[in-house]
């Protein structure tokens, strides 16, 4: 999410140039270290607070910066010129075990959360649906810019592909931020030595994936 009153970049940007970009966006008076970005749930606060022009945050965020009456935008992570726009979603954390005893009663609980519960869930506290055609119908954007930009980024939402110990495999990504903020590395030679990494991380967590499968 960035302020409405900062100036937007393309998204037709390769990963490179975004944490260039993101990096420029950060004033440099206020600059936090990279203790600071580790913080989880802090983003959203240091964007409210006007430390940060820009900020990781999650789409239930947008009540916290209109009731700070912040003209905010929101975009997804950018794309090379050619590669269709993509936003990663996943799913609530509710699914029905291969063992249960009782499969289909547990199948009709997990429809209706997908379905009148997800309206439920907006009347009752104002969630955004996860269905973009019940988020159109009771119109949860409602006019206001930053929540069309919402819904316009879940326009492209794709599921995720399954990675095992998704968040360890991926870590390196995260350093890779860290030497760009500590200025150890630019982002392509931070980028370049992430994928190694991550790569050396999935072909390791695809190893003990099948052991344990075996």
């Known amino acids: 999410m960035h302020r409405g009153d900062g100036d937007t970049e393309s998204s037709e940007t390769g990963p490179e140039e975004q944490v260039t970009l993101d990096l420029r966006h950060r004033p440099r008076r206020v600059l936090p270290d990279r203790e600071h970005d580790r913080a989880v749930g802090r983003g959203p606060d240091f964007f409210q607070q006007g430390v940060l022009a820009m900020a990781v945050a999650d789409f239930d965020s947008a009540d916290q910066f209109e009731n700070a009456g912040i003209n905010y935008g929101v975009t997804g992570p950018p794309t090379p010129p050619g590669v269709e726009p993509f936003f990663d979603v996943y799913g609530d954390n509710t699914a029905v075990f291969v063992s249960s005893d009782q499969p289909e009663e547990a199948k ?18 104002g969630s955004i649906p996860i269905d973009n055609t019940l988020a159109e119908a009771v119109d949860w954007a409602n006019g206001i810019p930053g929540r069309e930009d919402i819904l316009e980024v ?16 991926f870590g390196p990504f995260f350093d890779a931020w860290g030497y760009t903020l500590d200025g150890e590395k630019t982002p392509q030679e931070a980028l370049d030595d992430a994928a ?10 695809w190893e003990n994936w099948d052991e344990q499968k075996a």
């Not at 209706?112 to 869930?121: M, P, Y």
């Open 108 to 125: 009709e609980f997990v429809a209706f959360l997908a379905t009148e519960g997800q309206r439920i869930a907006y009347e009752t506290e």
């Open 154 to 169: 879940l326009s492209n939402a794709r599921p995720p592909i399954f990675i095992p110990n998704k968040w360890d495999t």
């Open 196 to 205: 190694a990494a991550i790569q050396e991380n999935l072909d390791r967590a």
